[in-house]
Protein backbone atom coordinates (compact mmCIF):
# COMPACT_ATOMS: atom_id res chain seq x y z
CA UNK A 1 0.00 0.00 0.00
CA UNK A 2 1.46 3.27 -0.91
CA UNK A 3 0.70 6.54 0.70
CA UNK A 4 0.31 9.94 -0.97
CA UNK A 5 2.05 12.38 0.40
CA UNK A 6 0.75 16.17 0.74
CA UNK A 7 4.29 18.21 -0.82
CA UNK A 8 4.16 22.31 -0.47
CA UNK A 9 4.35 23.84 -4.00
CA UNK A 10 7.04 26.55 -3.60
CA UNK A 11 9.42 24.44 -1.44
CA UNK A 12 8.77 20.42 -2.92
CA UNK A 13 8.71 19.84 1.13
CA UNK A 14 6.31 17.43 2.85
CA UNK A 15 3.76 18.53 5.18
CA UNK A 16 2.39 17.00 7.73
CA UNK A 17 -0.76 18.79 7.79
CA UNK A 18 -2.66 15.51 8.07
CA UNK A 19 -0.81 14.75 11.42
CA UNK A 20 -1.67 18.39 12.54
CA UNK A 21 -5.21 18.22 11.94
CA UNK A 22 -6.10 15.19 13.62
CA UNK A 23 -3.97 16.23 16.47
CA UNK A 24 -5.63 19.97 16.90
CA UNK A 25 -8.89 18.75 15.68
CA UNK A 26 -9.11 21.16 13.26
CA UNK A 27 -12.38 19.91 11.46
CA UNK A 28 -15.04 18.59 13.92
CA UNK A 29 -17.50 15.88 12.12
CA UNK A 30 -20.07 16.03 15.26
CA UNK A 31 -21.15 19.06 16.25
CA UNK A 32 -24.43 19.18 18.24
CA UNK A 33 -26.18 22.47 16.82
CA UNK A 34 -28.31 23.39 19.72
CA UNK A 35 -25.75 23.07 21.88
CA UNK A 36 -22.74 24.32 20.19
CA UNK A 37 -19.50 23.79 22.73
CA UNK A 38 -16.40 24.34 20.14
CA UNK A 39 -15.04 27.64 18.50
CA UNK A 40 -15.54 25.32 15.31
CA UNK A 41 -19.17 26.43 14.85
CA UNK A 42 -18.78 29.88 14.33
CA UNK A 43 -16.88 29.54 11.31
CA UNK A 44 -19.94 29.76 9.00
CA UNK A 45 -21.28 26.20 10.84
CA UNK A 46 -18.84 24.30 8.33
CA UNK A 47 -17.14 22.15 11.46
CA UNK A 48 -13.45 23.47 10.92
CA UNK A 49 -11.32 25.47 13.24
CA UNK A 50 -8.68 27.72 11.87
CA UNK A 51 -4.98 26.47 12.96
CA UNK A 52 -4.07 29.83 14.82
CA UNK A 53 -7.23 29.45 16.94
CA UNK A 54 -6.76 25.59 18.10
CA UNK A 55 -2.72 26.88 18.53
CA UNK A 56 -3.52 29.59 20.86
CA UNK A 57 -6.10 26.84 22.71
CA UNK A 58 -3.52 24.75 22.84
CA UNK A 59 -0.83 27.09 24.36
CA UNK A 60 -3.62 28.25 27.31
CA UNK A 61 -4.50 25.19 27.77
CA UNK A 62 -1.39 23.11 28.10
CA UNK A 63 1.35 25.81 27.51
CA UNK A 64 3.97 25.42 24.44
CA UNK A 65 5.89 22.74 26.06
CA UNK A 66 3.65 20.25 26.03
CA UNK A 67 2.96 20.60 22.01
CA UNK A 68 6.31 20.92 21.21
CA UNK A 69 6.31 17.63 18.66
CA UNK A 70 3.24 19.15 17.18
CA UNK A 71 4.69 22.31 16.45
CA UNK A 72 7.80 20.59 14.93
CA UNK A 73 5.45 19.31 12.22
CA UNK A 74 4.23 23.01 10.67
CA UNK A 75 6.68 24.68 8.54
CA UNK A 76 8.57 27.63 9.48
CA UNK A 77 10.77 28.47 12.23
CA UNK A 78 9.90 28.24 16.02
CA UNK A 79 11.41 30.52 18.67
CA UNK A 80 10.55 31.00 22.24
CA UNK A 81 10.47 34.10 24.02
CA UNK A 82 10.65 35.03 27.55
CA UNK A 83 10.13 37.78 29.26
Given at each position: VGLIDRKERTTGHKTNFNVVRRAL?????????NNPDDIAYAYSH???????????????????????????QLPGPAIELTQ
Open positions: KLVVDDMDDSGYAPLSVRLVQSALGAGWKAQEDLLK
